[in-house]
Nanobody
């Protein structure tokens, strides 16, 4: 079992920045594909960014050039640096860890972008 705990969410003004963290425990996640998803009220959960065990990265078009996903296997953690935030980025952000046999989710952290 892997436990994932997100942190770093909060209220930020448009144009601001936040850094989300996802701390994993229970197992080493270095071989897991790690991703960040978000779900806004009334909308389906959507993929924001994903990073493979080898460091290959993919982003949703809506966040390209603004968000950066990274992982630190020495700390068993994944991060999402979010810059130039927009009101439409408001959502609950979830961390996901995925292997060939398992799929784990954190409880989510709220990000609100508003003036």
């Amino acid at each position: 079992q892997v436990q994932l705990v997100e942190s770093g969410g909060g209220l930020v003004q448009p144009g601001g920045s936040l850094r989300l963290s996802c701390a994993a425990s229970g197992r080493i996640i270095s071989m897991y594909v790690m991703g960040w998803y978000r779900q806004a009220p009334g909308k389906q959960r959507e993929l924001v960014a994903v990073i493979s065990s080898g460091g290959r990265i993919s982003y949703a078009d809506s966040v390209k050039g603004r968000f950066t996903i990274s992982r630190d296997n020495t700390k068993n953690a994944v991060y999402l640096q979010m810059n130039s935030l927009k009101p439409e980025d408001t959502a609950v952000y979830y961390c996901q860890g995925r292997s060939s046999a398992s799929d784990y989710w954190g409880q989510g952290t709220q990000v609100t972008v508003s003036s």
